[in-house]
């Protein structure tokens, strides 16, 4: 017995210790887990630079590597799967149509809406020539990290793809990886600046970004002004960091104030909404999220895993969420619908909790919708009544953080972008076949048209190919409305100059034809003529929109004011939409808002016309009903009385 | 749910008529108890509003159960849009003809004594009456009609008023759809017992 435990001993104790070299080698996720202890954990950590050496204070520093530090405990590859920092990946996952980004360039009358998601109405980076570099370089100023940010193309594709631009390469090197920001959520210490990331990613510090930003360094030096081959064992370092040395103990471990729960504040630098009808110096007029009033976070409803798949609260319990398998895949609803707004105000009726299946989660109030009937429930959405701006005759514009650079200090502040021009609310049908809430852009830009297929066309070539026409050397353009105008006859000039340029075509592929897209136009050269139709490629995109939620008193409807929407004025139905376009941006150009919710306006028009009887028929109905009711009364009682005497009788003869 | 229910109902109130009609004999009337026409030589605008009333309920009613049960019978889909508009339209319309009837026909859909002692004979609180009466059935499907007049009609009213909430809302409707059911049966068995008196005068 005593040879066989001597022999197998050994044996056992290798295994043992490979399995444990192995796990502390993979080093992964154990910071994941949760105990139960709803006490935070204290952040006294060494600090990793991308080269995998500690950061320490005495020496030369580095700036720090989230993938290197986090990663050291938490799962960064499980983490970068999540919808902050999988969109450029080739296994995206579409979910709900959201804000996209929007490349944007004034001269050339250009915006384009740009997503890697493939949600209709959008182009993916690609399209318009956009690799990740060229992502990074146009929309790094609110930009989570990861996702293009590590998609610098590798040795191997260095070899084979003849078309990687070997500058990119350098500037790649130089630049470094632009890895997930996890600080920029989870740093709740108040120094935690993400302007300051911004202004680092504009100079093309990458690297550098999520450390200064941090508040632990300041960082010296610009990666865009550097030379392609510059390299710092040889020419020294010009991109100097310089660490708050008194943030570091005696062992060179620095405390971090993280929190699990990213607090409102880090969600807004991305995530907020500026309403143009009191900016600037009135701001201070504006209210925030009822939530957020009352007292709640974001992440108290946006909550999510190691995973990092936010909710994004638009799960109605019960149902596949817009018959998309992507959301199934992604999540267990019965999990998340208790976060949407029905599973946390009103019950999820399929929860396995007995508690999420009575509502009132977070003491959310159990609203009671008095005098408004079931019907509408079905066909609008809650944010329909509930979310973002109070409708009026005309949509208004609002400015959003991501689209409009928001948020940005110092030197960068200067930019006060207000193209695109984006409009809210419009009413308009979603997937899920409710009626709700959306922001809007309307789409312009110059492309090509190839078996009916519109594409566009990245802004540089058409600065390269049209720069006198659309004027891109006049340093201060004349501006109508933002836009500086575009007339049909510099369309068509363009649209010439377009279709003369050399394209590289394959054998047997058709010339592309020149086209532009504007306010939901399609502009085409007709035997030298410019001619215009309705076509899908000029359709505005738009995205549902939940926030801001206004207090129950300020909801449509609310006490049931029936007008609100049904009154043939109401802004609901029959508002109109701005048309946004660079040509004639003077005029007053607009949709009916029936048009975007798939609404038939002669029947609304009439069922608003029937409200002006309503209250007679509410005094018809009940007085018929009282007479009704005294008749019937009356007979009852000559009828009882009937009885009565019968029943005396009866009595009075048998006595 | 609601569904079984008005099928069942409807189907099984078809089934009785047709085979009341077949198998239950036609019994002459005498003659001073026979049906008189309904504006039988009265000149009067009352008597010709009477003469209205009756047709008038009675094509509301049928628009109305088209409207209210035809869609949510045959497809399970509420009523919504024009349908919608044409049956609240047609309510008041009807609900004051009711009124209207309830007024100038109570009287002549009074219980007398025979109908009395046939009812308390049905109910088990009297020796069977083997003779019977043909008027019972259809002055008791005429209260009937007009009592359940007022829940189908109240509970509609009453929900456009921010009053109830959701769950009130629901069990409103929940209300008006069976009474408006019960309503509509009642109706038919009164109107063809009424139509077989008359053609038994």
Redesign the interface.
């Known amino acids: 017995m005593i040879q066989v435990i001597r022999t197998l001993l050994p044996l056992v104790l290798v295994f043992g210790a490979c399995a444990l070299a192995q796990a502390a080698e993979k080093g992964k996720g154990f910071g994941d887990g949760h105990d139960g202890n709803r006490a935070s954990v204290t952040h006294l950590i060494d600090l990793f630079d991308d080269k995998g050496d500690q950061i320490k204070s005495s020496i030369q520093p580095r700036p720090i590597s989230m993938r290197n530090t986090c990663g050291k405990c938490h799962d960064y590859d499980t983490m970068a799967a999540g919808w902050h920092f999988h969109s450029g990946s080739t296994n995206v996952l579409s979910g709900r149509v959201g804000e996209p980004w929007v490349l944007t360039d004034n001269r050339i009358r250009t915006q384009i809406p740009i997503s890697n998601r493939g949600w209709k109405g959008t182009y993916k980076p690609g399209d318009v020539d956009m690799n990740a570099w060229k992502f990074l370089k146009k929309f790094s100023s609110h930009f989570p990290g990861g996702n293009y940010g590590e998609m610098a193309p590798s040795e191997d594709e260095e070899d084979e793809e003849e078309e990687v631009d070997t500058s990119e390469l350098f500037r790649w090197e130089i630049s470094g990886k632009y890895e997930i920001n996890c600080l920029a959520c989870h740093h709740a210490d108040r120094k935690q600046n993400q302007s300051d990331a911004a202004f680092q990613a504009a100079k093309e510090n990458y690297r550098w970004a999520a450390t200064v930003a941090s508040g632990l360094a300041s960082v010296k030096g610009t990666a865009s002004e550097l030379e392609d081959f510059y390299d710092p064992e040889f020419d020294g370092h010009k991109i100097i960091t310089s660490y708050d040395k008194s943030r570091f103990d005696s062992n060179d471990k620095v405390f971090l104030d993280i929190v699990r729960k990213p607090t409102s504040n880090s969600c807004y630098f991305c995530h907020s909404t500026q309403s143009l009808e009191t900016p600037g110096e009135d701001e201070w007029v504006h209210n925030e999220d009822i939530h957020l009033t009352s007292g709640m976070s974001c992440a108290d409803c946006h909550r999510n895993g190691v995973d990092h798949m936010i909710s994004r609260g638009d799960i109605e319990p019960s149902k596949t969420p817009h018959g998309s398998a992507d959301y199934l895949k992604a999540y267990d609803p019965k999990k998340v619908t208790s976060y949407s707004c029905q599973g946390c105000h009103m019950g999820d009726p399929n929860a396995d909790d007995p508690a999420a299946k009575m509502g009132g989660h977070l003491g959310a109030p159990i609203p009671e919708h008095k005098g408004m009937p079931p019907v509408h429930f079905e066909k609008l959405s809650c944010t329909a009544c509930h979310s973002g701006r109070l409708p009026t005759g005309n949509t208004a514009r609002v400015r959003t953080a991501r689209i409009h650079t928001l948020g940005l200090h110092g030197k960068l502040a200067s930019m006060q972008p207000q193209l695109p021009h984006v409009v809210t609310p419009v009413f308009a049908r979603m997937a899920n076949g409710k009626i709700g809430p959306h922001n809007m852009i309307w789409p312009s830009f110059w492309g090509t048209q190839t078996n009916g297929v519109v594409k566009p066309l990245a802004p540089n070539l058409v600065r390269e190919i049209a720069p006198d026409e659309l004027g891109i050397e006049i340093e201060e353009p004349e501006r109508v409305n933002d836009w500086i105008e575009l007339s049909e006859e510099q369309i068509g000039n363009v649209l010439k100059l377009i279709g003369d340029y050399e394209w590289e075509l394959e054998e047997g592929e058709p010339k592309p034809l020149p086209v532009y897209v504007a306010g939901g136009r399609l502009y085409r050269l007709s035997n030298g003529v410019v001619v215009s139709e309705n076509h899908d490629a000029g359709e505005p995109y738009k995205w549902p929109i939940a926030h801001d939620v206004r207090p129950a008193a300020q909801s449509l409807g609310s006490n049931g004011r029936c007008a609100d929407c049904h009154d043939k004025d109401s802004p609901f139905i029959f508002g109109q939409v701005e048309v946004d376009t660079p040509i004639k941006p003077a005029e007053k150009q607009s949709v009916a808002m029936t048009e975007f919710g798939e609404l038939d306006r002669g029947y609304y028009e009439m069922f608003a016309f029937t409200f002006l009887f309503r209250p007679w028929l509410k005094v018809v109905v009940i007085l018929s009903c009282i007479l009704l009711g005294m008749v019937l009364l009356l007979y009852a009682l000559k009828g009882l009385d009937t009885v009565i005497k019968a029943a005396g009788k009866k009595v009075s003869s048998k006595q | 749910m609601f569904q079984t229910v008005s099928w069942v109902s409807l189907g099984l109130v078809l089934a009785g008529i047709v085979v009341h009609c077949l198998v239950s004999p036609r019994r002459r009337l005498p003659k001073g108890e026979a049906a008189k026409s309904i504006c039988d030589g009265d000149r009067s605008l009352l008597a010709k509003l009477k003469c209205l009333a009756c047709p008038l309920a009675l094509g509301s009613l049928i628009v109305l159960f088209i409207t209210g049960f035809a869609g949510r019978l045959l497809f399970g889909e509420?009523m919504?849009?024009?349908t919608l508009?044409l049956h609240?339209?047609l309510?008041?319309v009807f609900?004051?003809c009711?009124?209207f009837i309830?007024?100038t026909w109570?009287h002549q859909c009074?219980?007398n004594d025979t109908d009395?002692q046939r009812l308390a004979g049905l109910l088990c609180l009297n020796k069977p009456d083997s003779g019977g009466t043909p008027d019972l059935g259809w002055k008791l499907t005429f209260?009937l009609a007009?009592?359940l007049?007022?829940p189908a009609?109240?509970s509609?009213?009453l929900?456009?008023?921010?009053?109830?909430?959701?769950h009130?809302?629901?069990t409103l409707?929940c209300l008006h759809q069976y009474s408006s059911l019960a309503l509509t049966l009642s109706a038919m068995i009164h109107v063809y017992l009424v139509i077989r008196r008359k053609f038994s005068s």
């Open positions: 509420l919504t849009g024009y508009m609240v339209g309510a008041p609900v004051v009711l009124g309830v007024i109570g009074l219980l009395r209260w007009m009592f007049a007022v009609s109240l509609m009213v929900s456009m008023f921010p009053i109830f909430g959701t009130g809302q629901e409707l």
